[in-house]
């Protein structure tokens, strides 16, 4: 049923395609609470204003995403979208509708077996990056946290679209995050930690970009220091605690 509701059914404890990261006796209750602490922490700490942005988890073969239009201080758990992954578009379940972007979170899931949690906002420098269609490339070794030697950036699509989707599925190709052409930015992870963690990381690399390009020109590192550092990247960066 396109569009329409479910109806609303208690969360399993995660089994059969939990994201190794998140603890085996999680609840799905666990994790909506964890989607609403991290929807407010990407506000205070300055990376997404308002309700502009949204955030998704997998949970076994569907996906929980913030809904649309509500504000951050006022969620409460139920309030999230559960969307499995192979239903028919829109079909969800839970009182409220899915963000208005459900559409590249689901197919991001479908396009990444790996990830666990997408993190999407409209972070001021990463966006205005975006509205310049401008990549964002190797000025700093940080920039292999996201995969290679850029974070690439799409053309534009109208929110909520199926070709804005396709663009980011396709941006994201061998990276873990993506620019989206005079929108924002995606970071995915495998967990909602790393998801958030890169999310922040991307935002401070555009914004240092912005600065040192207010200066002059900076040096592009070469393509084989990424790629040695993106191998020295897989035990770096935030880990799982034991």
């Known amino acids: 049923m396109a569009g329409g509701r479910l109806g609303v059914k ?4 995660f089994g059969a395609g939990r994201p190794p990261r998140y ?4 609840t799905e209750e666990d994790l909506r609470r964890e989607i609403i602490a991290r929807c407010r922490e990407m506000n205070r700490l300055g990376i997404n204003q308002g309700t502009s942005g949204n955030i998704s988890a997998r949970v076994a073969d569907a996906m929980l ?8 201080d006022l969620l409460a758990p139920d309030m999230l979208a559960r969307m499995p992954l192979d239903a028919p578009d829109g079909a969800y379940e839970g009182p409220r509708q899915p963000s208005s972007e459900w559409r590249f979170h689901r197919d ?7 990830v666990g949690a997408i993190v999407h906002t409209h972070a001021t420098y990463a966006t205005i990056f975006s509205m310049l269609r401008r990549p964002l490339v190797a000025t700093h070794y940080m920039i292999a946290a996201f995969g290679g030697p850029d ?3 799409t053309d ?11 663009l980011a599925v396709e941006g994201l190709r061998d990276r873990t995050a ?8 995606i970071a995915v992870g495998a967990d909602l930690a790393e998801a958030m963690w890169r999310a922040v990381e991307l935002e401070t690399l555009a914004k240092m970009t912005h600065l ?12 084989d220091e990424i790629a040695r550092t993106v191998e020295r990247f897989k035990g770096y960066g935030l880990q799982k605690k034991s």
């Open 10 to 13: 208690a969360g399993p404890r």
């Open 212 to 223: 040192a390009l207010a200066i002059g020109t900076p040096v592009v590192l070469p393509d």
């Open 108 to 114: 991001i899931y479908r396009a990444r077996p790996e």
């Open 178 to 185: 993506v620019l989206l052409g005079s929108h924002g930015m």
């Open 151 to 153: 974070v690439r950036c």
């Open 65 to 72: 995403v913030t809904p649309t239009a509500t504000d951050y």
């Open 23 to 26: 603890p085996a006796l999680m």
């Open 156 to 166: 534009y699509a109208p929110y909520g679209t199926p070709e804005l989707s396709a």
